[in-house]
């Protein structure tokens, strides 16, 4: 069995989105963040600059500002950058070049686990308001679901990759259901994903995943003369359905009504000539709808 190959969107995507939330929703003149190395943050996308002295500036953890937060795992500010005596005075250089006086930082967590720092700064003296606090925040908590939900889908295709070492995944029942399960997850990741291009990437490995353990159209539906096309939330409901589910259990997993996942499974049941649910799992899985 191949993998089917899933590229992982660049964070540096992600990185910049936050940067023009920050900025959007601060009120302040200047936005900037970078991710976070071994022991460290590398500025790399700024909003509002006048120079290049912040761009490509490794902060390290405990220095500055940023090296505050990073090292602290939490939110910070000073309302005057040169004369704050809570940070170390490291970068002063580049901050007093650059103008700024108001600085406000905060981490993006994911885990526990600190991937990247984002910025918030004006050129003139006041205080840290609600609003840059609750701009920073916002936007670093949408960061980290994003990371949180492009780390699960790497998890996943790791599993997926351990299980296509061997013999083929469908002589083997054990490692199969694995499959249908990672599948499963697939689609729940690709709904709650607000990444349009990566949820595309998710819905299309799992249709590869599916056509894997398709049988023959002729032995799923001799009669039929024509396609079956399910919806993708016909798709998603006769996933859960082939795992075991329950109406009501797969409408918690997928965050829908009970009512509604019955009719799903109607319509999906109907299309493919189907009388139990057992039967309309089995016909889509010869199909190649689902693996």
């Known amino acids: 069995m191949s993998l089917p190959a899933v590229a992982r969107p660049d964070d540096r995507d992600a990185l910049r989105a936050a940067v023009r939330e920050v900025r959007a929703g601060s009120g302040m003149s200047v936005a ?7 022991d460290s943050v590398r500025i790399e996308e700024i909003v509002g600059a006048r120079t290049g002295y912040l761009r490509g500036l490794d902060v390290r953890s ?5 090296g505050r937060v990073l090292r602290e795992g939490r939110p910070a500010g000073v309302e005057d950058y040169s004369s704050a005596l809570d940070i170390t005075h490291d970068y002063d250089g580049p901050v007093l070049a ?5 600085v406000a930082a905060a981490p993006v967590l994911v885990g526990g686990r600190p991937r990247a720092v984002l910025y918030a700064a004006s050129r003139e003296n006041g205080a840290v308001g609600d609003r840059v606090r609750e701009a920073l925040g916002r936007a670093a908590a949408r960061m980290a679901a994003e990371l949180a939900v492009r780390d699960e889908v790497d998890r996943r295709l790791a599993l997926m990759a351990a299980a296509s070492s061997g013999p083929p995944a469908t002589e083997d029942p054990v490692r199969w259901e694995e499959v249908r399960a990672v599948h499963a997850d697939l689609r729940l990741v690709a709904q709650a994903t607000e990444d349009a291009a990566l949820r595309d990437r998710l819905l299309a490995a799992c249709t590869r ?5 398709g049988g023959s159209r002729e032995e799923a539906a001799p009669h039929r003369t024509v ?3 399910l919806s993708g939330r016909e798709v998603d409901v006769l996933t859960q359905v082939a795992l075991g589910c329950s109406n009501r259990e797969a409408a918690a997993r997928l965050s829908l009504r009970p009512e509604t996942v019955k009719s799903y499974l109607g319509s999906a049941m109907t299309k493919l000539d189907a009388h139990t649910r057992l039967e309309a799992v089995v016909r889509a899985r010869r199909l190649g709808l689902l693996p």
């Open 32 to 38: 900037f963040a970078g991710p976070v190395g071994t």
């Open 62 to 66: 405990g220095a500055g500002l940023g």
């Open 98 to 102: 650059e103008g700024l006086c108001t």
């Open 209 to 213: 995943l599916a056509a894997l353990g």
């Open 227 to 229: 396609p079956v096309h």
